[in-house]
């Protein structure tokens, strides 16, 4: 099992390293030369599957009460990055958010995924304009899933909240636009192990077993180096 808070001061430290970026040049060829790395922010948009054990046919219960695993359909995914790079080796953070339409029997209504996010990357040498990389992850994940999902032993329904660990990984690409802005694109796979449920109505709970998600993420954003 990860430790979620060393997930959490290793996405800190990619932070400091990523502003500090600016110290050490001004123009992206004097930055070149004088330090061995390159920090950069982007803005990404794509799209998310997430599927595994969200099959719509499972409602299993926790000592707070009974909460159904809803079906969960694709969703456009939204989020900031920040990372540090060198000719072949990469660190990035990330902060990402995705909408759904979850359904369970009868029932429909709105998720919402996020992930906080830290991967590495290697590069592959420069093919004309374009990069390389290929990359993997590990995360920490929440996926909300709206009323009619999940009740209290008295058949109150609520609002409930997935937590989860989860990993990815996958190739990606970059192409420079103009001095220090870039295009990226990049195609993961994504794995992730729910072990706990909370809800205002409910209460918190760890889940009997972990409930798998899975899926494809695709992804293109616009960046800055600095």
Excluded: K
């Excluded at 290793?10 to 400091?16: D, L, R």
């Excluded at 969703?75 to 000719?87: K, N, P, Q």
């Excluded at 192990?193 to 798998?212: K, M």
């Amino acid at each position: 099992m990860i430790n979620r808070h060393g997930l959490l001061t290793a996405i800190s430290v990619i932070i400091v390293l990523g502003l500090a970026g600016p110290v050490f040049g001004q123009d992206r060829r004097e930055h070149a030369l004088s330090v061995p790395f390159t920090g950069y922010i982007a803005v990404v948009a794509g799209g998310q599957e997430v599927g595994g054990g969200f099959e719509g046919d499972q409602v299993i219960s926790s000592v707070e009460g009974f909460f159904a695993i809803p079906t969960i359909g694709s969703g456009a995914v939204f989020g900031l990055s920040l990372g540090v790079r060198t000719e072949m080796f990469g660190m990035e953070g990330s902060f990402l958010q995705s909408q759904h339409t979850v359904r369970m029997g009868d029932f429909s209504g709105d998720g919402q995924w996020r992930g906080v996010e830290i991967e590495g990357r290697v590069y592959a040498p420069e093919f004309g304009p374009v990069t390389t990389f290929a990359a993997g992850g590990i995360s920490m994940e929440w996926l909300s899933v709206d009323n009619a999902y999940c009740s209290d032993f008295s058949g109150t329904l609520c609002t409930a909240r997935f937590e989860g660990l989860g990993f990815s990984v996958g190739p990606g690409l970059l192409l420079p636009l103009a001095d220090r802005f870039f295009v990226s694109a990049r195609l993961t796979y994504h794995h992730t192990d729910y072990d706990t449920i909370e809800s205002v109505e409910a209460g918190e709970g760890t889940l009997p077993f972990n409930v798998e998600g899975d899926g494809w993420m695709w992804l293109t954003g616009i960046g800055m180096e600095f």
